[in-house]
């Protein structure tokens, strides 16, 4: 923990801490301090590693043990409904006390003053982008996800008959602009099918899209970029972006990720990964308000990524020089991408300030840390889900660690046919919430799948900093519980 961890006799004001002058605190948002503190130390003195491959359920469940104090620290930090199990992060985050008492006060404030909104927000990027591993230009602030994809695909110069290799699983977040591209600019898209379950490797991806990118350039196609998702909404699968930036990269692509649920789940550092865009929630797992989303752009030339930047314009800005900006050749940036991208006429800038807030705690307690908790909640409901279910009812990988994310998709049914019936299916989703006194939140989703003629329908689970063992535990038997039920 760094030097802005504030201990229980530390006083008032904190010399040189990131969240500045406290004096006018609420005491809500002293004791957040006083718990991250609290926290970091129990943190230190048992450190949670990351789990191996193939982990037993039990081992798992010690290691998270381990830390539980910790996380039930950080638990009480929101202000989520302690009569539900909320399972669903996938879909919708929960603001952390700390974002809602500043959201307040700005609100407050900026109605008291009749404030305005026409700002880059660079003092607000240049405090989230290290955390992502980018300089302040290279982080833009969009409205959510879907809007980063619109700023992403729509921005950029295609030509008649340009080709996108993407998979069958996206989310209509990046599908649709790709689809106004589409008819738009007369684009092609190309879609790799996705396999489902638990026997596949990072490898499979790499070939998937090397060859679907061989074959299209043996008809003649003229291949301009891939598109994915990291990871898919639909089974949590991990699309494994270093790998898949290496075929991006040998086959000179523009590279757009859709990862709407990496900011606040997992710890990338995307200077490193060198993808042209990855648009990601602000208001997901990174637990921002709504209508906030992180959008980070390649803006220099890093080792990382040697190609050149991709021609692009904004297409939604009130910010635009009078002679078009040049994108650089270099390592140095020639322009604020990201201050072009987030200037849009006047912004509700409490948003940003709570988004911030989420950011600096998610820093504060490590975002490795994080996603190694994220992830090993994760592997245990796997584990638990093979014992019970059997490794076959999972739709998303469980052993190879480049493709596993936070989020479970499985087929919970007694009779394993009934994943077909979405009726079904939806009825076992709200019977977790309206017949367990935990009130299980969790959702269903669409899957297509190679060699069925109809989508499945497995149910999703979502697992992160806010849950601890137990609570997969009770969700398992509930399920198992309901499954039988629902024979
Ligand atoms: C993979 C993926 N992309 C895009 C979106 C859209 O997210 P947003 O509401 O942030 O636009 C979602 C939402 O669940 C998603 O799962």
Not at 31 to 59: E, H, Q
Not at 308 to 320: A, D, E, Q, R
Request: glycine content about 8%; aromatic content about 8%.
């Amino acid at each position: 923990m760094s030097k802005d961890v504030v201990t229980e006799d530390s006083g008032n004001a904190i010399a040189g801490s990131s969240y500045g002058d406290t004096r006018h605190w609420t005491p809500s948002r002293r004791d957040f301090l006083r718990m991250l503190g609290a926290g970091a130390a129990v943190a230190a003195a048992s450190p949670l590693s990351a789990f191996a491959n193939n982990t037993s359920a039990v081992a798992l469940r010690s290691r998270l043990l381990q830390d539980d104090r910790f996380w039930a620290s950080i638990n009480s930090m929101f202000v989520l409904d302690p009569n539900r199990t909320f399972m669903n992060i996938g879909t919708a985050g929960s603001m952390p006390k700390i974002s809602l008492d500043i959201f307040d006060e700005e609100n407050r404030t900026k109605a008291r003053n009749s404030g305005s909104g026409y700002t880059n927000l660079l003092a607000d990027r240049t405090k989230v982008a290290p955390g992502f591993g980018v300089d302040p230009d290279e982080l833009a602030f969009s409205a959510n996800t879907s809007s980063g994809m619109c700023h992403a695909i729509l921005g950029l110069d295609w030509k008649a008959g340009d080709v996108v290799v993407t998979t069958n699983h996206e989310h209509p977040g990046g599908d649709v602009p790709l689809r106004i591209a589409e008819h738009r600019y007369g684009i092609e898209v190309s879609r790799v099918p996705m396999p489902v379950g638990n026997d596949q490797t990072a490898e499979t991806y790499v070939n998937l899209f090397q060859q679907r990118i061989n074959q299209l350039r043996a008809s003649g196609k003229r291949v301009k970029a891939m598109m994915w998702s990291s990871p898919t909404y639909k089974t949590g699968t991990m699309l494994p972006i270093a790998e898949l930036m290496e075929v991006a990269k040998q086959n000179e692509l523009i590279s757009i990720v859709d990862g709407a649920h990496l900011p606040g789940m997992m710890a990338y550092d995307y200077a490193k990964l060198g993808m042209d865009f990855m648009s990601g929630a602000g208001h997901k797992w990174q637990c921002g308000p709504g209508s906030t989303g992180i959008l980070v752009v390649r803006n220099k030339i890093r080792a990382s990524n040697p190609l050149p930047l991709p021609k692009w314009y904004p297409i939604h800005t009130s910010s635009y020089p009078t002679t078009p900006p040049v994108r650089t050749t270099t390592g140095t940036a020639t322009y604020d991408i990201g201050s072009i991208i987030t200037s849009c006429g006047s912004l509700h800038t409490p948003m940003f300030s709570a988004l911030v807030k989420a950011c600096e705690m998610w820093d504060q307690i490590g975002r490795k840390k994080i996603e190694t908790y994220d992830l090993t909640l994760s592997q245990y409901l796997k584990e638990k889900i093979a014992e019970r279910w059997g490794v076959e009812r999972l739709y998303s990988p469980k052993d190879d660690p480049r493709l596993v994310s936070a989020i479970t998709s499985f087929n919970p049914f007694h009779n394993a046919i009934d994943v077909l019936n979405s009726t079904k299916s939806g009825t076992f989703v709200s019977r977790m919430l309206s017949d367990y006194n935990r009130g299980f939140v969790i959702r269903n989703v669409n899957v297509p799948v190679i060699n069925s003629q109809a989508d499945h329908w497995p149910v999703r689970i979502s697992t992160h900093l806010w849950h601890n063992a137990s609570d997969v535990d009770r969700l398992v038997d509930a399920m198992w519980d309901l499954s039988k039920k629902l024979a």
